[in-house]
């Protein structure tokens, strides 16, 4: 009971080495198995009972499951991801879009719709450009056009 022992010399640097190797490729296979399970409830055009049959045949075999998921249907693994992420990105984006505008036409959209009215004949180019300074300034038409329709008299 009086021998000390040396970890150093009972764990070699190899042995190390070895154990950090074996303890990477684990982790490395975890993330394929996870992202293969992704793939299958993600893919639209795999009916339920094949998405059932292919976790049932990675789950059960998962070794053999998986590598034959890979050949089988590896080529197109990436291009659902890709369509994936693209539809979250326009989602996102039509979200920002209706969250900035705030259902309110941009500054740009009311002088070209104001330049419309006017090229038809229905506004002078004083009402024109009093429009277009209230645009300029923040103060859209819309808001003072709703304000004095609704005034009574008219």
């Known amino acids: 009971m009086s021998a000390q022992t040396y970890l150093a010399y009972d764990y070699p640097l190899l042995s190390a080495f070895w154990t950090m190797f074996w303890f990477f490729l684990w ?5 394929l198995l996870f992202r293969i399970i992704t ?4 893919d639209d055009r795999l009916s339920g009972w094949a998405k059932t049959g ?3 045949f990675c789950i059960v075999l998962p070794f053999l499951g998986v590598f034959v998921y890979v050949i089988a249907r590896g080529r197109n693994m990436g291009r659902r991801e890709v369509s994936q992420a693209r539809a979250q990105q326009e989602e996102f984006n ?3 879009r209706k969250t900035a505008t705030h259902g309110r036409p941009s500054s740009v959209d009311e002088l070209a719709r104001l330049s ?4 038809r004949g229905a506004l002078t180019d004083e009402e024109f450009r009093r429009a277009k300074e209230l645009v300029l300034t923040g103060h859209g038409p819309a808001e003072h056009a709703d304000s004095t329709s609704r005034a009574p008299g008219r």
Do not use: K, N
């Open 39 to 42: 793939d299958i409830f993600r």
């Open 94 to 96: 039509a979200y920002i």
């Open 116 to 119: 419309e009215i006017r090229d």
């Open 54 to 56: 292919w976790l049932v």
């Open 27 to 31: 982790i490395m296979w975890f993330v």
